[in-house]
């Protein structure tokens, strides 16, 4: 049976787009997360892992640089933005957007980044951190936080801690490392799974296509 799964509203998102984008992403959601591989961030928190994907798509689907929607979010989504701009520059990105120039591929791509990119950032949360984590997230829905939310000193904990792995990501070899290592799992799976979506079914895929 076909999953109804929850529709992406312009609250989360981190940049200024075009309004139908959002219908056209909640399209593609029902289109194609249930034959997608199962996602084990997906269970957790479904609506932010939505908004995840949607934020990667509108990025990869662009040619210009996107605006931030508000000011209001800087400091606590700065570390999803700074990882956003990294991401779309990575050569491994710009190889695969521009071999497979389509929306479709696009929302793919962006599903497995925001797997295999989530799954990295909790692998690197400390444990005194994971339970706030899970707390906060049940409370209210992460893409929708503003900086004012950051006058809870658990929301700030959790905040000390993205800014410092947006630090790291720029100055630690390691982390970088991992980081890039992720977003070549994440294109490698991607563009696997293309492929033998593009072999059933071509002509959908031709049809489709941007």
Known sequence: MTRIYPKISEEYSLYTHSP?????????????????????????????????????????????????????????????IDIHQQVVKHSLIQEFVTRYSNRHAAFILAYFLSNE???????????????NDCQLKELQHFYTLTNSDLQSAEMYQLFEFRRHISQLLHSNLHIRKLFYYTIYNATKKARLYYMKLQHVNPILIEHESN
Do not use: C
């Open 20 to 80: 139908q984008l959002l219908d056209e992403f909640n399209a593609l959601v029902n289109l194609y997360l249930d034959e997608l591989p199962p996602s084990t961030v997906f269970s957790h928190a479904p609506e932010d892992f939505l908004a995840s994907i949607f934020n990667y798509w509108i990025q990869l689907i662009e040619s210009d640089e996107l605006r931030i929607a508000k000011v209001d979010i800087l400091m606590m989504h700065g570390l999803s």
């Open 117 to 131: 990119i989530v799954e990295l950032i909790h692998s690197l949360l400390p444990e005194h951190l994971k339970l």
